[in-house]
């Protein structure tokens, strides 16, 4: 399975926007999906993720209430959408595909099979 994660860009802080990640050579309903970042100097960290289920997600602290994680099976693409940005959000966010089952630490990188190749956010203050 190959990913393809796109819209980033450069925002000001209190503006919204919205990822996505394609999937090609694969289903992406059989995957739950993942969303991380990583800022300059920083590890990557978790941020969002939906189960293949499209009910049950869950996000990281700093971004619950602003983020919201969402799928299109029938358009083989997940989306992360981000409102009221904040300069902290700025990094390189990237997709990821896993088989893990719903207990599962989704917030864990290793299990995650697929990875997009990451696209770049800015916040500006």
């Known amino acids: 399975v190959q990913l393809q994660a796109s819209g980033g860009g450069l925002v000001r802080a209190g503006d919204s926007l919205r990822l996505s990640c394609a999937a090609s050579g694969g289903t992406l309903s059989s995957y739950s999906m993942g969303w991380f970042r990583q800022a300059a100097g920083k590890e990557r960290e978790f941020v969002a993720f939906?189960?293949?289920?499209?009910?049950?997600?869950s996000y990281a602290d700093s971004v619950k209430g602003r983020f919201t994680i969402s799928r299109a099976n029938a358009k083989n693409t997940v989306y992360l959408e981000m409102n009221n940005m904040k300069p902290a959000d700025t990094a390189v966010y990237y997709c990821?595909?896993?088989?893990?089952?719903?207990?599962?630490?989704?917030?864990?990188?290793?299990?995650?099979?697929?990875w997009g190749q990451g696209t770049q956010v800015t916040v500006s203050s």
């Open positions: 990821a595909a896993s088989r893990m089952i719903l207990s599962a630490p989704h917030w864990e990188e290793g299990r995650y099979l697929y």
């Open positions: 939906i189960h293949r289920n499209s009910v049950s997600t």
